[in-house]
C-alpha cells in the first residue's frame, strides 16, 4: 500500500433516524445516519403505512383539497353563467301596466 493516499477507516454506527436501530460498519465516514432502515421501512415490515419524514402527504393533502375547492368553485361559476338571465319587463308594460 502506498502511503498517504488512503482515507482513515473508522468502525463506526450506522443510525436510523426513524427507528433508532444501529449497525456497527468500518467506512471512511464517522457518524452515518439514514432516514429508513430495513428494520422499520414497509417493504420489509410488510405494514400498510406511509412514511412522511418531510411532510410531503400533508403537502400533498393541502395541495388536493385546494384544488377541488378551485374546481367546485369553477363549477358554480359555470352554473350560474349558464343561467338563463332573468327576463325584464317591457319598459311599455312597466309604463302602462297589463294593458298596453
Ligand atoms: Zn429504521
Given amino acids: 500500500m502506498r502511503k ?4 482513515k477507516a473508522y468502525t463506526t454506527g450506522v443510525v436510523c433516524s426513524t427507528c433508532g436501530t444501529v449497525w456497527d460498519v468500518r467506512s ?6 439514514v432516514d429508513i432502515c430495513s428494520n422499520c421501512h414497509p417493504f420489509f415490515t410488510g405494514e400498510q403505512r406511509i412514511v412522511d419524514t418531510a411532510g410531503q402527504v400533508d403537502r400533498f393533502m393541502k395541495r388536493l383539497a385546494n384544488s377541488q375547492e378551485r374546481q367546485a368553485d369553477q363549477q358554480r361559476r359555470k ?19 297589463d294593458e298596453a
Fill in 4 to 7: 498517504d493516499i488512503h482515507p
Fill in 79 to 97: 352554473a350560474k353563467a349558464e343561467e338563463p338571465p332573468e327576463k325584464k319587463k317591457s319598459l311599455l308594460k312597466e309604463i302602462y301596466g
Fill in 28 to 33: 471512511s465516514r464517522e457518524n452515518l445516519r
